[in-house]
């Protein structure tokens, strides 16, 4: 069993930076593909950025695109989401996620672990 532990959320003004961190346990790192999804209120869990097992494929919600970053730390077990540029929109529980799949990590049903999740509060 995959165990997700998610941190770095918080509260920040619009304009501002957070990264999100997320360490894996429970199987070999390099065998999951790794994404960050979110769930407003009121709103479905969305796909917000996904990262192949081997780092080299990176996938992104087109809102999102250019102002956030996803990266993986094999040797730590850990995947991260820089977020730049935040906007009140962005305001949301966020949600690592990892599957075993090849495909990229883009929709909910490839994904077979999810982590807790971490808020992010976007403030205007």
């Known amino acids: 069993q995959v165990q997700l532990v998610e941190s770095g959320g918080g509260l920040v003004q619009a304009g501002g930076s957070l990264r999100l961190s997320c360490v894996a346990s429970?199987?070999?790192?390099?065998?999951?593909?790794m994404g960050w999804f979110r769930q407003a209120p009121g709103k479905e869990r969305e796909f917000v950025a996904g990262?192949?097992?081997?780092?080299?494929?990176?996938y992104y919600k087109d809102s999102v695109q250019g102002r956030f970053t996803i990266s993986r730390d094999n040797a730590k077990n850990t995947v991260y989401l820089q977020m730049n540029s935040l906007k009140p929109e962005d305001t949301a529980v966020y949600y690592c996620?990892?599957?075993?799949?090849?495909?990229?990590?883009?929709?909910?049903?490839?994904?077979?672990?999810w982590g807790k999740g971490t808020q992010v509060t976007v403030s205007s």
């Open positions: 990262i192949s097992r081997s780092g080299s494929g990176r």
């Open positions: 429970g199987r070999t790192f390099t065998t999951l593909a």
């Open positions: 996620a990892a599957g075993g799949t090849p495909l990229p990590l883009s929709t909910g049903s490839r994904v077979d672990y």
